[in-house]
């Protein structure tokens, strides 16, 4: 069987080893977010967060923005961090509508 078939197949379980680096466990908390924004907000955060991406370093963990939805009551909120390893950058932005 080919590399590419067999990895297919293969599904990365939180109680073992992640198989797949572009698969991530998220350690029983739900995968799946959906989130309702500002369309210039976000816009706006990201270019504040891309600002410190490093999309050709050696390291392809760096290379990303990270995500992330909570809700207390009725608002929410959405945050946006990065690095490239020596700085970091969280921005978050309120008045987000997180299901």
């Known amino acids: 069987m080919p590399r590419h078939d067999?990895?297919?197949t293969l599904r990365p379980r939180c109680d073992g080893p992640v198989l797949d680096p572009h698969?991530?466990?998220?350690?029983?908390?739900?995968a799946a977010m959906k989130?309702?924004?500002?369309r210039s907000a976000l816009l706006e955060a990201v270019n504040v967060v891309?600002?410190?991406v490093n999309s050709r370093g050696p390291k392809p963990q760096?290379?990303?923005?990270?995500?992330s939805a909570?809700?207390?009551?009725d608002e929410g909120t959405?945050?946006?961090?990065?690095?490239?390893?020596?700085?970091s950058v969280r921005v978050s932005t309120l008045s987000v509508e997180v299901k």
């Open 6 to 8: 067999r990895r297919r």
């Open 23 to 30: 698969q991530h466990c998220f350690l029983g908390r739900p």
């Open 35 to 38: 989130v309702i924004c500002d």
């Open 50 to 52: 891309a600002g410190v």
């Open 62 to 67: 760096l290379a990303c923005i990270k995500l």
């Open 70 to 73: 909570s809700k207390e009551g």
């Open 78 to 87: 959405l945050t946006l961090e990065a690095t490239d390893g020596e700085v």
